[in-house]
């Protein structure tokens, strides 16, 4: 499974995620697989169904925002279809929501939820988190704790967490 956290505060947006897949009971890593990648200004993460996962962040390029729409209205519509395009395209099946995915996106120093049904999700607290660790992560986060030691704690606590942590930012522009 995985970790994956991400804090939206001022002009700034931080994810942050371990570095494990686990399948079984085996937990796989290498450094060239990234949980968190960039497609032009756009910060993508996603955990859950590797399928998914894997189409997200090797495949998908997100449109950039143009035009007068808020970036929120952006995502709700351009880049949501954008996604369900791309996920039809290369044959995906949704998954029951609890077998699916969860996708965290930074823009311009926000953060976006996406889930496995579509739904966009806003955290007026800015603490996002997705995976089987999030729930420790975020409690960390919400407690005080930098994105780091967030996902140093819910690698401890965590056993589908684990391996080197990768931080990004997205600043606003």
């Not at 950039?64 to 954008?82: E, Q, W």
């Not at 969860?102 to 607290?125: K, M, P, W």
């Amino acid at each position: 499974m995985t970790t994956i956290v991400a804090v939206q505060g001022g002009s700034v947006a931080t994810i942050g995620a371990e570095s494990y897949t686990t399948y079984g009971d085996r937990p796989f890593f290498h450094k060239d697989v990234k949980k968190i990648v960039r497609s032009g200004k756009w910060l993508i993460a996603a955990a859950g169904d590797a399928n998914a996962c894997d189409l997200i962040t090797n495949i998908w390029k997100p449109p950039t925002p143009r035009g007068n729409k808020s970036l929120h209205d952006f995502v709700a519509t351009n880049v949501m279809k954008s996604l369900r395009k791309m996920l039809a395209d290369n044959n995906y099946t949704q998954q029951p929501k609890d077998d699916g995915f969860d996708l965290l996106l930074a823009y311009n120093g926000e953060v976006f939820q996406i889930t496995n049904d579509f739904t966009l999700l806003r955290s007026g607290a800015g603490i996002y988190g997705v995976g089987s660790g999030a729930d420790y992560a975020v409690g960390a986060l919400m407690a005080g704790a930098t994105v780091e030691e967030a996902m140093k704690i819910a690698i401890k606590l965590d056993i589908n967490s684990g391996g080197p942590i990768q931080i990004e930012l997205s600043e606003r522009l």
